[in-house]
């Protein structure tokens, strides 16, 4: 197509299309890397070593496969790592401590997928070690560790790709371009369902199971006895290790709305419950957010409604999430589309090319832009300075719940304004011999 527009012709043959696939009302289509484009001989095949292998590890390693090969596993937990070999081959050789992996010199990718209170020191130490990242979201457990992190990328010129692959679907780039040139007036405000935290416990103190090293898996958090719902998935409903919603589902879906507004917060209030259970999910069980941006634009986050992100404006409303994208003003594509040369938000390789359709997979699509950025030294899509402010948007929205109060924040110098109670919450102390940075 040499026209700069795409036609209603166009339009509405891909809309045809998607629906088959089982898609709704998209405008264009990111696409896989093209199979050209792609290694294809052994020689230009990456060497590839994965850390942290519980499911989203395991997921991610397997995107990976696509642009190299896993040569090494890592995990804390023995028998994890094993169904991970098998599941790549067979013949990658296992670690339990990440650094010794680090070491190899013929390694060259790093994919990490353990949970949230281990991103920081991998992410660095691998950076120091020489290697390109892609890490799973968030990209932090506080935002001091964000700060450490976009430094040292800074210092080694690598290339990290934080796994927000969110920004590389097509509904979502579609809402906030159509947000960015004002398909929908001047933005208003954002409203964002994350869906509820877990509850549960008192949950069993046993002795750690053989194959897991318990020690290594808390890493830089306290130490304490095992309790089964600690580790793997369910370390997310803990604050030792993660956020909660406002870190997992937030780290998706706030990071889409903060980059829609295109600016970041400068006040924040919360109010939560949290439980009071002994041995239990300490997460909070009834949580709501509410940030102010500059030029009056405010971004609510609730735990109650249809999960995904309504952006409102002077003139109109957009609706998105991982199933849809809907709205007049989507609807008004058909008729007048977006100018494909005035966008304004990141346009880089493969997701730009045309798409087959049946072929829609945006964690490959986020993945072939890691490494078409490893390849051209280009900055990825979910790069560590927009998903440290994304993640840092998520933790002091949890901050401000836990404290009760609205909080002022400077952006810039990345702090509260005069609240030294708050201050004190941007980071966590660390156990020794687990320290990041």
């Not at 070593?49 to 499911?55: H, S």
């Not at 290790?241 to 924040?268: F, K, R």
């Not at 709205?327 to 730009?352: M, T, W």
């Amino acid at each position: 197509m040499t026209d700069s527009r795409l036609s209603r012709r166009a339009f509405l043959q891909g809309c045809s299309a998607a629906a088959t696939a089982g898609v709704l009302t998209p405008y264009f289509f990111t696409a896989n890397a093209a199979e050209q484009d792609l290694p294809q001989a052994a020689s230009d095949r990456f060497r590839i070593g994965a850390i942290g292998m519980r499911y989203q590890g395991s997921v991610v390693a397997e995107k990976a496969v696509a642009h190299g090969d896993i040569v090494a596993i890592c995990d804390v937990d023995r028998e994890i790592a094993e169904k991970a070999r098998e599941q790549f081959g067979g013949k990658a050789e296992l670690y339990e401590d990440y650094r010794k992996l680090l070491d190899r010199k013929d390694i060259e990718i790093i994919t990490i997928g353990s949970p949230d209170h281990w991103h920081a020191a991998m992410v660095i130490d691998a950076c120091r070690a020489g290697k390109d990242v892609y890490v799973e979201k968030p990209l932090t457990l506080t935002v001091e560790e964000g700060q450490q992190i976009a430094q040292v990328v800074r210092e080694t010129g690598r290339v990290v790709q934080v796994g927000s692959w969110q920004r590389s679907d097509h509904r979502f780039r579609l809402a906030v371009e159509m947000v960015r040139q004002g398909r929908i007036g001047d933005l208003q405000r954002v409203d964002i369902v994350l869906g509820k935290n877990v509850t549960g416990g008192p949950f069993e103190v046993k002795d750690p199971p053989p194959h897991l090293n318990w020690d290594l898996w808390q890493g830089q958090t306290p130490a304490v006895p095992y309790i089964q719902e600690r580790c793997h998935y369910t370390f997310r409903w803990w604050y030792e290790y993660s956020g909660g919603q406002m870190t997992d589902w937030g780290a998706h879906h706030l990071d889409i709305g903060q980059w829609a507004i295109n600016a970041q917060p400068i006040e924040v209030r919360g109010q939560a419950k949290y439980p009071d259970v002994p041995n239990g999910y300490n997460v909070a069980i009834d949580y709501y957010a509410e940030y102010q941006y500059p030029g009056g634009v405010i971004m609510t986050v609730a735990d109650n409604g249809r999960n995904g992100i309504m952006f409102t404006g002077t003139t109109g409303r957009i609706f998105v999430n991982r199933g849809s994208i809907e709205g007049k003003p989507v609807e008004d594509l058909a008729d007048q589309s977006l100018e494909r040369d005035a966008f304004r938000i990141y346009a880089h390789d493969n997701l730009d090319r045309p798409a087959r359709m049946g072929k829609l997979d945006s964690i490959v699509n986020h993945m072939g832009n890691f490494f078409d950025c490893v390849k051209t030294r280009n900055t990825p899509i979910s790069d560590v300075v927009s998903q440290h402010q994304s993640a840092t948007t998520c933790h002091i929205g949890n901050i401000a719940m836990r404290l009760g109060r609205p909080l002022k924040w400077d952006a810039q110098a990345e702090h509260f304004v005069d609240d030294e109670a708050a201050n004190a919450l941007l980071r966590r102390e660390q156990r020794d011999g687990y320290q990041a940075g």
